[in-house]
């Protein structure tokens, strides 16, 4: 399974990043931030072939099948709306872990 982070870079962004790397069959090819220099950095250190500030970008790509939100709780329904208009399987984590 191919899977985009939104919110890659930040905490739970990087828990996700760290147990996707350790489940065999599944990549992370593409990251989501707020900061286009920050989240390029982080794609290039980590290996993702593709970085954008912008949702829509990622959704767009035929190589995403899934999305994990890793973004602010008050942000997931508009973006779980998003992915799954855009056919993509979706997961978010809220602010209680």
């Known amino acids: 399974m191919r899977i985009c982070i939104a919110g890659a870079s930040g905490a739970f962004g990087m828990k996700h990043m760290d147990a996707i790397a350790a489940i065999e069959g599944a990549e992370v090819v ?40 890793a973004t602010p709780t008050q942000m997931h329904a508009a973006q779980t709306i998003q992915c799954l208009e855009a056919g993509k399987h979706v997961m978010s984590r809220n602010s209680n872990g």
């Open 30 to 69: 593409s990251v989501v931030g707020t900061k286009i220099d920050a989240i390029k950095a982080f794609a290039e250190e980590r290996g993702v072939p593709h970085y954008t500030t912008d949702l829509a970008e990622s959704l767009a790509r035929d190589d995403v099948d899934a999305v994990i939100l």
